[in-house]
């Protein structure tokens, strides 16, 4: 197969190696699902940027860069106190 088609038929995943950016590719998915879910949790919980910030006991631009979804400069501590905020539990895991 010559150079211009030597991807085809891999995985996504497979480019992204070959590149050298899976892993940074990888942070940013999870910190922009992250992101998503818990704005989600604050419409369903019809919670405002600042109500949130309250509950979260921390200041609105803190909530802003959580919020973030290009923002990886986010604490555990900062996502748990979110997920508690928002009724949820926050779970990692190795995989």
Request: with cysteine; proline share 1%.
């Amino acid at each position: 197969m010559n150079d211009k088609h030597k991807n085809l038929g891999g995985s996504f995943n497979d480019f992204l190696k070959e590149e050298g950016i899976f892993e940074e590719c990888t942070e940013t998915a999870i910190k922009r699902v992250l992101a998503w879910q818990i704005e989600e949790e604050m419409r369903r919980n019809n919670l405002s940027k600042s109500e949130m910030a309250k509950k979260m006991k921390t200041s609105r631009s803190s909530l802003d860069r959580l919020l973030d979804p290009v923002n990886e400069a986010v604490t555990l501590h900062t996502l748990k106190k979110a997920a508690h905020a928002v009724g949820r539990t926050l779970k990692l895991e190795l995989a």
